[in-house]
């Protein structure tokens, strides 16, 4: 039995992905060995990197010039990583603030030192807006432009990509990476926690521009130093190998389904559906101003604020799970990543009206 | 078909931990989710981490006055954040050099600053030594003092742990740790990754004494900070969830397998038999002093260094994989860690004997 699972990371993750894993989890490829009991270092491991790597490249279009590196630490240790690697102490860096995560991101800049300027701050719409492109502008004299496509929490997602003039463009694309095409060569370094599109937490992406790479101060952690991790295919140290081969089985399913174009038309039929239902509804609502609202992760309320626990308890009965609000926002929150289906969304809907017939 | 897998890290696992993950690899405990799916804030996941930590902590006897921290990096990112947690810019720390895990904690702990005295280098036996007790003293105004239990290339292990007084000892337990029982109060701090002994790739597992939490730096990485993550439980971030599940099931096993004390017969009686064999060969030889080898990681040359590469393929070819020796080191290595039965080492001595007739 499997339900239809909207956890905002770790997240649902394709089942044909899963069922492929689980099938060779005591014997891969006839090894007679787990994945996670090879060699890092051993021929089967490195070309199993290799095509995944490959795979990234061939979904996403990276450029040549651009290095691929998986690393650990989550996005959260790339808030220390990017200014240990790109800026020295007194630099001046641009950020945009729409939510949580920008706001951890910012403070990890502060504590290397950097000058940062807060080009735009939501806080005024609570962090349910984005700023509109040309509302604000990036220094030239910035060392890079930091920005968070989609903000989890909030449900915030850009409608465009900023322009930073010749200004590095630095993204965290956890949570929307893979789940649309993009253009690689507007950015100077994206990276991504794999736990919302790309497999199981402890694995982070990071798709760096090699004029980016090798700037790194002294006091870089060698795990996290962008140059050694690329001379080093990122095997400076054992890296989080089962991650890494799952990430390959579901970039093998994200091909199948169509590639980034498909998952794009599947991931705006999701969002339509129940933002369209949402906003048709009387009874519940989505506080997310029209043009910034996620694909990936939609908070909604209902009136009645006091049967949210019954919501999500008798969803889950249902088999509609983790459909809780982030603690710091309530309510609930349905996240939408690639590996739901748009019937998964379909039977949340009729959910929603059956409850809203039954309490609203 | 499984093989007896020598493989020195990632490394050969308990197939009944493999076994179990994989029965509930799509399905964990009925949520109709994978263990890799749900939020690892949730109340399962929660408690999946916890036991995981309370079986540890009663396998190992972890004091009531440690905590234990399930972090991301590896042994290599502990190497750069001890430094950052434990000791000041200028602060002396004393070190022993017994190999090249010995040697990239004593870089990362000069690059943050510190005065490290490296109290006894065995380079004059080309690291096939362990400095002898009472041979090195530990100066009283050390921050702390580190040493490498088990150099996983050399093969070499001490066979005692050092007394520092009262200055806290610090041990990378990589391929050690649950080998064998050890007395955790004679240490201030353990760090180990999980990639021998205790799962996947990926966790790094930290025992820390609670004087030494909240002295971190400003400057360390937030994912790093002891005290920030001992709050947390480990989940300031999102933790690596897969590896965390999996060594609950391994410390499972381990309990099952009568604990650390028969976990320490069996591997000696898996040591004995390969140093045993070896020593009576006139064929094999391996290079460490006698006091000085290690239970998990037996390094070993043959007469003729020209038939290596066809020891390595044709044992592969009979079952017996991942024997070829360190690409600094030459020769064979057999790492024989806890999943390792007797009988793999029984079947690499027949393997050798063989060998040996044939081309010796």
Known sequence: MRVYNFSAGPAM????????????????????????????????????????EALLRELMGVPENYRVLFLQGGASGQFDAIPLNLAAEGDRVGFLNTGQWSAKAIKA????GLDVQVLADEAASNYTTTPAAGSYTVDPASTYFHYTPNETIGG????????????????????????????????????????????????????????????????????????????????LNTPPTFGIYLLGKILAWVKESGGLVAMGERNRAKADALYGYIDASGYYSNPVALDSRSWMNVPFLQANA???????????????????????????????????????????????TDFERRNG
Not at 218 to 227: A, E, K, L
Not at 335 to 348: D, F, R
Request: hydrophobic content about 45%; proline content about 5%.
């Open 156 to 235: 915030v997602e850009f409608g465009y990509v900023p322009d930073a003039g010749d200004v590095p463009v630095v993204a965290d694309m956890s949570s929307t990476i893979l789940s649309r095409p993009i253009d690689v060569s507007q950015f100077g370094l994206i990276y991504a926690g794999a736990q919302k599109n790309m497999g199981p937490s402890g694995l982070c992406v990071v798709i760096v521009r090699d004029d980016l790479v090798g700037h790194a101060r002294p006091s870089t952690p060698s795990i996290w130093d962008y140059r050694a991790m690329a001379e080093s295919d990122s095997m």
């Open 306 to 352: 006091d049967l949210d626990k019954q919501f999500v308890s008798e969803a889950a009965a249902a088999g509609l799970t983790a459909l809780a609000g982030h603690r710091s926002v309530g309510g609930m929150r349905a996240s939408i990543y690639n590996a739901m289906p748009l019937e998964g969304v379909q039977a949340l809907i009729d959910f929603m």
């Open 13 to 52: 993750l394709p089942l044909a992905a899963l069922e492929a894993a689980q099938s060779e989890l005591t014997d891969w490829q006839g090894s007679g060995s787990s994945v996670m009991e090879v060699s890092h270092r051993g021929k089967e491991f490195v070309a199993c990197a290799a095509e995944t």
């Open 109 to 112: 800049a502060r504590k290397y």
